[in-house]
């Protein structure tokens, strides 16, 4: 019998051929598998464009409204080797899409290079030379004179955030690590508040019509903002659960979504979570004595099996990688034994994994 506080509880075997390295051709023409809780129920198989069909008048739809940042950096030391930048977070000024008042911007990223980067002078390509300030292993502090926002800085001489996995399997391919569709395709098409440097990739599969498409039929829209950071994507390397350091993500939640909820529960609609992230941010609400007050907040909340859920009566994801906490959240909503068959069907029908991949709906 599987100890779900154990990592190894969270592991499967995916053939390489299954992880998506683009995107489907069209939003919301990728494959949709519904995962219903009952054993007894079974695991059903659609289009994307098939949603409305599985969900009811009034049920609210509750989605992430960040926006994806072109967080990557390529520069050179004064030496000439190669330094890949991924910025994590704006110091000065704190926000991503404010002008520094005395045109100098500074900010923290991680590095990836052949040897350690040290205090002096990058060169970031396209740019020119900015100023590396603080050192620690893997990670550095940049300064330079712009301006404008960290974020219109970004757009000018960043590439978008891509996992490395695509990245890795996209050059053995021999495709171009990059593309052009990656710009429109890696952010959603509600995307409005800067500050992720990951995609919340279940969004990703909605498009405009396919959003009217949903209205038509009385389901319900909603959003929050919760910042993706790149401790989403960290994996759990420990034995156990208990021991793995959770990370913390920036969230707002505005007045809209509290009186949507509201409507939703009065008129017996059910409160679905687009992605892990909505997933995340609703939960920490949940807890609160008073939630869904308006205003900006912080979580670390670890979803996994055993979590009693106060708010989600279902969830939209994409499929995540083994040994995840995404993983895990998942296995606690819709039930580990549920999600395990359901994962190996995903595979023995070669559904698309990761964040190009196909999407579950769990209800």
């Known amino acids: 019998m599987l100890d779900f506080e154990k990592t190894d509880s969270y592991d499967y075997v995916l053939p390489?051929?299954?992880?998506?390295?683009?995107?489907?051709?069209?939003?919301?023409?990728?494959?949709?598998?519904?995962?219903p809780?009952?054993?007894s129920e079974h695991i059903s198989h659609h289009s994307f464009n098939d949603l409305g069909e599985l969900l009811r008048p009034n049920d609210l739809l509750v989605f992430n409204d960040t926006r994806v940042v072109l967080a990557r950096l390529q520069a050179r030391k004064t030496t000439g080797g190669a330094v890949e930048l991924f910025v994590?977070?704006?110091?000065?000024?704190?926000?991503?899409?404010?002008?520094?008042?005395?045109?100098?911007?500074?900010?923290r990223c991680m590095t990836k290079s052949s040897k350690r980067v040290r205090e002096g002078v990058l060169d970031v390509l396209g740019f020119g030379e900015v100023s590396v300030v603080e050192v620690a292993p893997g990670a550095c502090t940049?300064?330079?004179?712009?301006?404008?926002?960290?974020?219109?800085?970004?757009?000018?001489?960043?590439?978008?955030?891509?996992?490395?996995?695509?990245?890795?399997r996209r050059k053995e391919e021999s495709f171009d690590a990059y593309e052009d569709a990656d710009l429109q395709r890696y952010q959603t098409v509600f995307a409005k508040e800067a500050g992720a440097v990951a995609a919340p990739t279940a969004g990703l599969h909605f498009d405009e019509a396919g959003i009217k498409k949903l209205?038509?039929?009385?389901?319900?829209?909603?959003?929050?903002?919760?910042?993706?950071?790149?401790?989403t994507f960290k994996p759990v390397t420990c034995d156990d659960l208990n021991d793995h350091p959770m990370h913390t993500e920036h969230y707002e939640i505005s007045k809209d979504l509290e009186v949507a909820i509201e409507q939703a529960r009065k008129e017996g609609g059910r409160i679905i979570a687009i992605g892990t992230t909505s997933a995340r941010a609703l939960e920490s609400e949940g807890r609160k004595e008073v939630p869904f007050v308006p205003g900006s907040y912080e979580t670390d909340i670890f979803i996994r099996p055993g979590f009693d859920w106060q708010v989600c009566d279902g969830l939209l994801t994409n499929f995540?990688?083994?040994?995840?906490?995404?993983?895990?959240?998942?296995?606690?909503?819709?039930?580990?034994?549920?999600?395990?068959?359901?994962?190996?069907?995903?595979?023995?029908?070669?559904?698309?994994?990761?964040?190009y991949g196909d999407a579950m709906l769990i209800l």
């Open 142 to 168: 940049i300064q330079l004179n712009f301006q404008n926002s960290l974020e219109d800085f970004l757009s000018q001489f960043g590439q978008i955030p891509l996992p490395p996995y695509i990245v890795k």
């Open 88 to 107: 994590l977070n704006p110091i000065s000024p704190s926000s991503w899409s404010e002008s520094a008042s005395d045109g100098v911007l500074k900010f």
């Open 16 to 35: 390489e051929s299954l992880i998506a390295t683009h995107p489907s051709s069209e939003r919301g023409e990728s494959r949709l598998l519904k995962s």
């Open 320 to 355: 995540h990688l083994p040994k995840s906490t995404l993983l895990a959240l998942v296995y606690s909503l819709g039930g580990p034994e549920r999600i395990i068959d359901a994962y190996r069907e995903a595979i023995e029908e070669k559904y698309r994994f990761y964040s």
């Open 37 to 39: 809780k009952e054993l």
């Open 215 to 231: 209205k038509s039929r009385g389901i319900r829209f909603a959003n929050l903002t919760l910042h993706v950071g790149v401790g």
